[in-house]
């Protein structure tokens, strides 16, 4: 009999164990977290008096998903997944940098955490779609986290995106 529960319908086995292996499980939820994380988020001004967005689709995945620490389980089908850690002050220095994102994709980005060990920072629109921004371009998980999760914990290249 295997130690941890058979996967939910909602993610893949793999990301699924990967996701209960950091403490995950259906039904998590920490608001009292994700209120915080949105006031600091709302109080911190840039240098250059940027602001960061804070809406719905950010406060219910930092709600789910906040403070969790996930290990790839294994090799990647395109690239070496990496280890993703969500908390949305990993991006709190970056409101200029998610401003012009969200000003270029036509909607508003918030930060979601960050994997490679603060080598990519992950941000989250307002429809729930998945960026990450690292130092090579930004790029497009997926249109919801649940595919964006299944995409970093399987090693699925990204799409970059481009000003064309």
């Known amino acids: 009999m295997p130690d941890r529960p058979f996967s939910t319908t909602r993610f893949p086995v793999a990301v ?15 608001i009292k977290q994700a209120e915080q994380w949105a006031d600091t988020l709302r109080e911190h001004v840039s240098p250059g008096g940027h602001r960061h967005a804070v809406f719905p689709a950010a406060i219910e995945a930092w709600a789910e998903f906040g403070t969790l620490l ?15 850690r969500f908390d949305p002050l990993a991006g ?3 409101a200029r940098t998610l401003k012009d994102l969200g000003r270029a994709l036509d909607t508003d980005v918030a930060p979601l955490g ?7 920072v992950l941000a989250i ?3 729930g779609r998945v ?12 249109p919801d986290l649940d ?3 299944g995409a970093l914990v399987a090693g ?3 799409a970059r995106l481009s000003t064309s």
Do not use: C, F, K, M
């Not at 699924?16 to 920490?30: E, F, I, S, T």
């Not at 996930?70 to 993703?84: E, S």
């Not at 960050?114 to 990519?120: I, K, S, T, V, Y």
């Open 125 to 127: 629109d307002t429809e």
């Open 16 to 30: 699924d164990a990967a996701l209960r292996d950091a403490g995950w499980q259906p039904g998590r939820w920490n």
């Open 92 to 94: 709190l220095h970056l």
């Open 70 to 84: 996930i290990a790839p389980p294994g090799p990647g089908r395109h690239t070496a997944p990496t280890t993703v």
């Open 147 to 149: 595919q964006a999760l």
């Open 156 to 158: 699925v290249l990204p």
């Open 131 to 142: 960026y990450s921004l690292d130092h090579t371009g930004d790029w497009y998980l997926g």
């Open 114 to 120: 960050e994997e490679a060990d603060a080598r990519a």
